[in-house]
């Protein structure tokens, strides 16, 4: 189940000095087992983070531009 987030209520986070830049489209629920997110990053933009837990699904797609993981 998700509880939906008006655009005006959502907190943005910026990781690498703004180059990376975070909006919810929903709010956590459930354990936080389940979320979406708006992710936009510039040229260059590193974001770095500790593993999920152990059997999460990461699902991401690339509008425009490409992604690296390492």
């Given at each position: 189940m998700f509880?939906?987030?008006r655009?005006?209520?959502t907190v943005i986070l910026e990781r690498d000095?703004?180059?990376c830049v975070?909006?919810?489209h929903f709010a956590v629920v459930d354990g936080g087992?389940?979320?979406a997110l708006y992710a936009h990053?510039?040229?260059g933009g590193v974001l770095s983070s500790e593993p999920h837990a152990r059997g999460t699904?990461?699902?991401v797609t690339v509008i425009t531009?490409?992604?690296h993981w390492r």
């Amino acid at each position: 189940m998700f509880d939906l987030i008006r655009r005006d209520e959502t907190v943005i986070l910026e990781r690498d000095a703004g180059r990376c830049v975070f909006q919810d489209h929903f709010a956590v629920v459930d354990g936080g087992k389940a979320r979406a997110l708006y992710a936009h990053h510039e040229k260059g933009g590193v974001l770095s983070s500790e593993p999920h837990a152990r059997g999460t699904e990461e699902f991401v797609t690339v509008i425009t531009g490409k992604a690296h993981w390492r």
